[in-house]
T-cell receptor, first 115, second 114 residues
Framework: AQSVTQLDSQVPVFEEAPVELRCNYS??????LFWYVQYPNQGLQLLLK??????LVKGINGFEAEFNKSQTSFHLRKPSVHISDTAEYFC?????????????FGKGTLLTVNP | ETGVTQSPTHLIKTRGQQVTLRCSSQ?????VSWYQQALGQGPQFIFQ???????GRGNFPPRFSGLQFPNYSSELNVNALELDDSALYLC?????????????FGPGTRLTVL
């Protein structure tokens, strides 16, 4: 069984500061990893994904994440945040097996960017 | 290219009633997955439909059921509603087999059970 742990439920930062949102996963098979963002009263928007290849993945809105297999981590980073980045961020894992692409999500990290 | 759409956006029901939620998949996608997101939690997988058949199910009771139609749109039905069914219900579409595992989500239906 897969599981995802997002180590921080809330992360407050000031505008233009760097931020890292932490994600650890547990899986017995090879995984695909995702970060989604959810703005208030909206659905989920894909930020970035790791399927294979380079362990550093770049996404939309200046976000990037690094896949670390030995530490089973997939932390999300942004060098300089904006007020508009305030949202809930979810890390998710899929085992990519067969045609059943179930996503297992963490509980989310609320990023609050203050002026 | 049209994205994933869901209807209705909001719904209020009373305990014991039945509800049907609808989802239209993104153009070119053939697989639909449904998730339940309780307040303050991450989404939880309910089930997935591929080629009009259920293709995987999460830890949800049989009163949660679904359909997928030939145009790949889908319905989620919940019978005998309970207070704990109050949540945001998210639909996601993807294309199988392509191996990218990327699911694209709709805006969700907010269900309130009183």
């Amino acid at each position: 069984a897969q599981s995802v742990t997002q180590l921080d439920s809330q992360v407050p930062v000031f505008e233009e500061a760097p931020v890292e949102l932490r994600c650890n996963y547990s899986s017995s098979v090879s995984v695909y990893l995702f970060w989604y963002v959810q703005y208030p009263n909206q659905g989920l928007q894909l930020l970035l994904k790791y399927l294979s290849g380079s362990t550093l993945v770049k996404g939309i809105n200046g976000f990037e994440a690094e896949f670390n297999k030995s530490q089973t981590s997939f932390h999300l980073r942004k060098p300089s945040v904006h007020i508009s980045d305030t949202a809930e961020y979810f890390c998710a894992v899929s085992d990519g097996g067969g045609s059943n692409y179930k996503l297992t999500f963490g509980k989310g990290t609320l990023l609050t960017v203050n002026p | 290219e049209t994205g994933v759409t869901q209807s209705p956006t909001h719904l209020i029901k009373t305990r014991g009633q039945q509800v049907t939620l609808r989802c239209s998949s993104q153009s070119g996608h053939n697989t639909v997955s449904w998730y339940q997101q309780a307040l303050g939690q991450g989404p939880q997988f309910i089930f997935q439909y591929y080629r009009e058949e259920e293709n995987g199910r999460g830890n949800f009771p049989p009163r949660f059921s679904g359909l997928q139609f030939p145009n790949y749109s889908s319905e989620l039905n919940v019978n005998a509603l309970e207070l704990d069914d109050s949540a945001l219900y998210l639909c996601a579409s993807s294309f199988v087999p392509r191996g990218t595992d990327t699911q694209y989500f709709g805006p969700g239906t907010r269900l309130t059970v009183l």
